[in-house]
């Protein structure tokens, strides 16, 4: 599924949430409590797993943190997602981790890298690596074109600043990545255009 559809699809769960809350008081963005913005994470976080399933929490806190949930905000994603970790138990828990872990992985390349950051969970020094080698998969999860790959690497570039080790870190990944899926799945353009990347 495209990142496009993905987001249409969380759409679509808000507007459902959306009506819920208005009939039991919601008056904010999106049908949320008018002070949702103010809330510390881990409230706004029991407002949603009391509402919706652990899937869709787990892609409302990741959109969050990236702002890409009118009314809604994640200010410390480590410590919110922690705290999700920590309330769910059971069936309801790997349905948590299993949808989070997806969509990060479904995020366009910066926004994975600021997310996979945030968490704190990688190393900073092999965040670009992991990135680059995660990369072919979604090419191909994606359905990226050419012009999506090019997109999303001059974002990351862009993203990187100053910082050149990552990027020459995810070029490094990348290309180790390509290399070992070389005549498998990706298009033979795909390999031939970016197995030279600098």
Known sequence: MTMKKLLIAFVAILSVLAVGCKKKGGDGTNGFPANFMTMRDSERLEYMMRRVDPDSVARFLCYSYLGRVPGSKIDTLAVAHLYACDKYRGEDFEKYITSFEAAVNELP??????????????????????????????????????????????????????????????????????????????????????????
């Open 109 to 198: 390349l910066c926004d994975k890298m600021h997310t996979q950051l945030a968490l704190g969970t990688s190393d900073t020094l092999s965040v670009g690596y992991d990135l680059g080698l995660g990369y072919v998969s979604q090419i191909r999860t994606r359905g990226l074109t050419q012009k999506d790959i090019d997109a999303d690497i001059d974002n990351l570039r862009k993203a990187c600043g100053t910082d050149t080790a990552t990027y020459t870190r995810f070029v490094k990944g990348f290309k180790t990545a390509l290399q070992a899926d070389r005549g498998k799945d990706l298009p033979n353009d795909i390999y031939s255009r970016y197995i030279n990347l600098k």
